[in-house]
């Protein structure tokens, strides 16, 4: 029933868009996919009057301050989200990066119509304690089935930073328990945590970085943290220089590993993104990531590398850290977003040794494994790997060229599949660009100071990155 | 369709409920709820053969030592938990707390089976970006319908621990801005919390515990922590002693607050659970967390209360504080669990000041909103408040006659509404009753260091209350 009615959606709304609507730059090539619209429709400026209305609506309920406007997720398809406006955009930025294969993608609806699935919906386990009899086999099918290499064990969580949080417990307990040997926790150590009081921690060691409006005011722990590399783009015309300053990053690695390790604070794990995302898009090396897993090995700390972002086939392989070429990557893998659900992947020695340890009421949800196995059967069924690989070098292509056209206002385009950012060249002319792109009916995101960051789906074909460009570019000619 | 089936599952199951099956206690009496079962069935001891075939296969995955058995979701159904081995449990535990009303309610399935619902579930938003049109409706009649007095704003979390996380974060913000005043944050405060330099950092004083076994290793900020008052059952035979007690806890919470002030670390909010729940099901009285109200009004500190396990009706209201009696009884609540969706309402002065302080990708969930409509429709509809009020009686005069009756294995019986738990001479025995129980067809968890809580969902009737007290009885004969 519900496939039927989304044909039906789709028949009208292709008709709707092919009659009366202003199409805001060239004329799209024809569609491939024939769920996807065939191009974005404006009808008003965004946010339009019906987003307007709703945004003082849930003004009452909440801040506000971050909504872009108000979506129709009903009409929305494909690599098109549709506002409450009725206007349509071609979405480059997938809800930051968390729409794997589009909005109503049919493999979904068709899910959703088995009535075999509905009581996974219906009925959250608490799957710590009492998960249902498919578990074992639905995360075989759907997360075991693309473990980082190295790794047979997955715990699933219902977030991204409870992902993370978790991943950096299981390092912590894994690290105690290497140091305290055999005999387990002493009633000395059980008593004194759960009094709060502070008995011999061990800390990791991040190189991650985000806004300051996200950390501003929250008490946090005193963490070492290492600056990732700042690189010059493109890579391949830099490498002598940003191998050295890959260089000088993992000695001040080592040094603060040393630092720590002499105040009585050892570092237990080392946390790092394949590609630094919220911090501005930073890339490094194979090399860089390879020197950092040794240093991590020769000292002891696990190596966790958060996946959350980079995950799940944007960068052209299903994990960014596939990248680097390396048998043993990773100790630990977070992930979340296009995953749809959260968790961590780990080598056996990283596994709680107890019941409880790594625990809290849902652990996850089983109704997002559902999801992610027919996700997976798409990715393999189309190609999709391949197919990101060929649009992210069609869109990397394209980034260069308008580089060059626009050098005062663009500059370190860069990128691995279609994970692509771009520097714009101030933080104001940025925030334009991207509501003048968005009144074109191209809707991207920002990240660090002055970047513009591309988090398409895994079906942002070719004929997408040329529809995208020209009215990029379009945007951009009025900034000249 | 979802419903069709549903229906003949239902009188299927029924069918072969009444014949072959042994019950293991008295006949309960007729079922009211026709999609319920009629009693508790056993056929293998617990875990069963086929869950420890699953226990096997999911121990190559994860750790698996806190699992009681695997579960077959699709034939559970009102009040009865069925595993993989066909055993049929009565379960007064509903997924620690986290099943309103009931498994597979025909309610939940019909609005699976409303295509016009679908979309919710297949395109998760990143709500704090781009909600979906109908975001603040769907709030308002789930939600917002049965905010706490005062509070006309909810910020919705995707599980407990993020909801009490971001609601420390809202105090810390509240806090920090109130001192600040209104020139906002300079810029050193900006660049030194990005580099997690701590900079007059405010605390949170918490009076919650929880197992050792969930601390141990894990670094945790440095945060006051005051003592739950320890009272003495029935609470109304020792009003005086408690009285002493609470008096005690107070002074303590005032001097806490003083000393942190002193020490430069001000105490920015106060947290307390109505019934302190992991801890061990510890009460206090109304006079107890006005007190404490007032004492987090009068040092300028933000008063949250923790209502992740007591919410949603367990204790005959719908928020446990609402027993207190007071129009103004929190500045922030937080919940989880029985909404289905984590998240926590707050006082308007409590909303960040701006866009991304409280932030993540999916800021909830909205197709757990939709799910929570319904939930609240049903508890309306078929006055489930009253009913626990009710049940929860007969569950207490319960467990005060069985405390009577085996003085020296129980005491301290406690509870409001069916939120009940009960003390047992000490946790071996505990975990002897708890399987005891089990094999005999009823699900209960322990808490805090030797108690039994009870967590039935919002549709145990006194039918089943009679059936749960003959069976628990049984048990409890075999260890006199």
Redesign the interface.
């Known amino acids: ?2 496939s039927l ?1 989304l044909k039906r959606l789709s028949l009208h709304s292709l008709r709707s868009s092919l009659s009366g609507c202003r199409h805001v730059s060239k004329a799209a090539p024809q569609a491939q996919m024939e769920w996807d619209y065939d191009g974005p429709c404006m009808k008003t400026a965004v946010p339009g009057p ?1 987003s307007m209305e ?1 945004l003082k ?2 003004g ?15 009409e ?1 398809r494909g690599n098109y ?1 549709v506002d ?1 406006d009725g206007n349509r955009m071609l979405d480059v930025y997938t ?2 990066s ?2 794997p294969i589009g ?3 049919p493999a ?2 068709k899910l ?1 119509a088995d ?2 699935n ?9 799957l ?6 498919n ?2 086999d639905k ?2 099918e759907s997360l ?1 089935s693309v473990a980082p290499s190295g790794m ?4 699933t969580m ?5 992902s993370n ?1 978790n991943a ?2 299981a390092m ?2 894994a ?3 290497r140091e305290r040997g055999p005999g387990g ?1 002493t009633q000395e ?3 004194s ?6 008995c011999r ?3 990791c060691l991040a190189t991650t ?15 070492p ?1 290492a600056p990732f590399p700042r690189l010059q783009y493109p890579l391949e015309e830099f490498t002598r220089d940003n191998a050295a300053e890959e260089a000088r990053c993992l000695e001040e690695v080592e040094d603060l590993i040393m630092q720590w390790r002499q105040k009585g604070r050892p570092v237990a794990g080392i946390v790092v993104e394949p590609i630094q995302a919220e911090g501005g898009d930073n890339h490094a090396s194979a090399d860089f990531f390879k020197s950092l897993r040794n240093i991590a090995r020769k000292h002891g700390c696990a190596f966790h590398v958060d996946e959350v972002q980079t995950g799940g086939g944007c960068t052209g392989k299903f994990w960014a850290h596939e990248h680097w070429g390396s048998d043993d990557p990773a100790d630990i893998v977070s992930f ?2 296009k995953l ?1 659900t959260g968790g961590y992947y780990h080598k056996t020695d990283l ?12 652990m996850g949800d089983p ?1 997002k494994n559902l ?1 992610l196995v027919e996700v997976l059967n798409v990715i393999r069924r189309e190609n999709l790997l391949e197919e990101v690989t060929r649009s992210g070098k069609a869109l990397l292509q394209g980034l260069y060229a308008l580089q060059e056209q626009y050098p005062g206002l663009l500059s370190r385009a860069r990128g691995q599949g279609t994970f692509c950012a771009i520097d714009i060249r101030d933080d104001p002319t940025r925030s334009k660009i991207l509501l003048k792109a968005r009144d074109k009916g191209v809707l991207m995101g920002g990240c660090g100071e002055r970047s513009i960051r591309f988090r398409p789906a895994l079906i942002f074909k070719e004929y997408h990155v040329a529809l995208f460009l020209n009215i990029f570019n379009d945007v951009l000619a009025e900034f000249k």
Not at 60 to 74: H, K, S
Not at 128 to 133: D, N, Q, S, Y
């Open positions: 029933m519900a009615l019906r709703r609506q849930l009452e309920i909440q801040n506000v301050d971050a909504i872009n406007f108000f979506c129709n997720y009903e929305s989200l409450v809800q930051i968390s729409i909005y109503n993608h979904l609806h959703m009535p075999n509905l009581s996974t919906f219906v009925n959250r386990p608490a710590g304690i009492l998960p249902p009899g578990f074992a995360l075989a075991l047979t064990r997955v715990q219902a977030c991204g930073s409870c949080e950096y417990k912590f307990i690290y105690r328990n926790p150590d059980l008593r945590c759960l009094i709060n009081q502070v921690l061990s800390w970085h985000s806004k300051a409006i996200h950390k501003l005011d929250i008490p946090s722990l005193d963490w943290i979340s977003k749809l596994q709680a040794d107890k019941g409880y340890r790594i625990f809290n009421t849902w109704s999801f």
